[in-house]
């Protein structure tokens, strides 16, 4: 009988633990320990509560206004379909930069819609909270996958394609499309998968990337290295909370007053 599995990964914790290309100066490891170590603590918390972003928050109304189009196909033919999502979304109870730029959003995408008389396999609102996770385990590693696509189309009777919705300036990073193609070999066996990104604000795809199974194998056993690396990490908090600092080294700098933690963290330029 196998052991449990308790270790897990995510693309969310590989770009907490490792910084994506010419992103170096900017990441640090300290805030990985508060938001997955030091969650429970009141204050932190607190702020990982608060710190859904106008940006994120914009990206999030994004995507379910996407949902809303394709879940109700009369709205997107339909003269004052953006203010009909709109009152779905509730965006008049919301900051007026957030509104308008969610209802130019969902004009763009009224006018040319990505997925129109496509084979939609999934697509989601974004606010279903965690996926189901993966179990992957192997001779040499174990661990929960977590993968939360947006939208799965079927291309074939053999191939489907993933696409992940950005908004505003969030740069495309492979790492996260690479997580996808990884879960979709579990998810959807029968098919080839490959995968893109697509920014609902300025209309602007990637270019699609693909992966050989040999180079799955290297993205999946890498990910096992993540996910037991975090966990020692965790461990050696939880046995001398003393050394935080030295388990997620801080990297302060000008960044620090774009970080949810600068009020509580220490080593920020902004903290107390």
């Given at each position: 009988?196998?052991?449990?599995?308790?270790?897990?990964?995510?693309?969310?914790?590989?770009s907490l633990i490792a910084p994506a290309s010419g992103q170096q100066r900017w990441h640090c490891q300290m805030k990985r320990g508060f938001i997955k170590a030091r969650q429970d603590e009141p204050k932190v918390k607190a702020l990982l509560k608060a710190k859904v972003t106008p940006s994120q928050r914009i990206g999030l109304l994004a995507q379910k206004g996407v949902y809303e189009f394709h879940h109700n196909r009369n709205l997107l033919n339909s003269v004052d379909g953006v203010e009909k999502v709109a009152r779905l979304l509730k965006l008049g109870n919301l900051a007026d930069e957030i509104q308008q730029r969610v209802r130019q959003i969902l004009k763009k995408y009224q006018d040319a819609p990505l997925l129109l008389n496509k084979r939609i396999m999934l697509l989601t609102r974004g606010d279903e909270g965690f996926p189901k996770p993966i179990f992957i385990e192997r001779q040499d590693y174990h661990f929960r996958l977590?993968?939360?696509?947006?939208?799965?189309?079927?291309?074939?009777?053999?191939?489907?394609?993933?696409?992940?919705?950005?908004?505003?300036?969030?740069?495309?990073?492979?790492?996260?499309?690479?997580?996808?193609?990884?879960?979709?070999?579990?998810?959807?066996?029968?098919?080839?998968?490959?995968?893109?990104?697509?920014?609902?604000?300025?209309?602007?795809?990637?270019?699609?990337?693909?992966?050989?199974?040999?180079?799955?194998?290297?993205?999946e056993f890498h990910l096992g290295y993540i996910a037991e690396k975090h966990q020692k990490d965790l461990q050696k908090y939880r046995q001398n909370k003393r050394i935080f600092s030295k388990i997620f080294p801080p990297n302060p700098g000008y960044h620090c007053r774009f970080c949810p933690f600068n009020s509580i963290c220490e080593h920020s330029e902004d903290g107390e």
């Amino acid at each position: 009988m196998s052991s449990p599995v308790r270790l897990f990964a995510s693309y969310n914790l590989w770009s907490l633990i490792a910084p994506a290309s010419g992103q170096q100066r900017w990441h640090c490891q300290m805030k990985r320990g508060f938001i997955k170590a030091r969650q429970d603590e009141p204050k932190v918390k607190a702020l990982l509560k608060a710190k859904v972003t106008p940006s994120q928050r914009i990206g999030l109304l994004a995507q379910k206004g996407v949902y809303e189009f394709h879940h109700n196909r009369n709205l997107l033919n339909s003269v004052d379909g953006v203010e009909k999502v709109a009152r779905l979304l509730k965006l008049g109870n919301l900051a007026d930069e957030i509104q308008q730029r969610v209802r130019q959003i969902l004009k763009k995408y009224q006018d040319a819609p990505l997925l129109l008389n496509k084979r939609i396999m999934l697509l989601t609102r974004g606010d279903e909270g965690f996926p189901k996770p993966i179990f992957i385990e192997r001779q040499d590693y174990h661990f929960r996958l977590y993968a939360a696509m947006d939208c799965v189309l079927n291309e074939s009777d053999s191939s489907l394609h993933i696409i992940d919705f950005k908004t505003g300036k969030s740069p495309f990073d492979r790492r996260q499309a690479l997580v996808y193609l990884l879960a979709a070999r579990y998810l959807y066996p029968k098919y080839q998968a490959t995968a893109s990104f697509y920014n609902l604000e300025m209309g602007k795809k990637s270019h699609v990337i693909t992966v050989s199974s040999s180079e799955l194998k290297l993205i999946e056993f890498h990910l096992g290295y993540i996910a037991e690396k975090h966990q020692k990490d965790l461990q050696k908090y939880r046995q001398n909370k003393r050394i935080f600092s030295k388990i997620f080294p801080p990297n302060p700098g000008y960044h620090c007053r774009f970080c949810p933690f600068n009020s509580i963290c220490e080593h920020s330029e902004d903290g107390e």
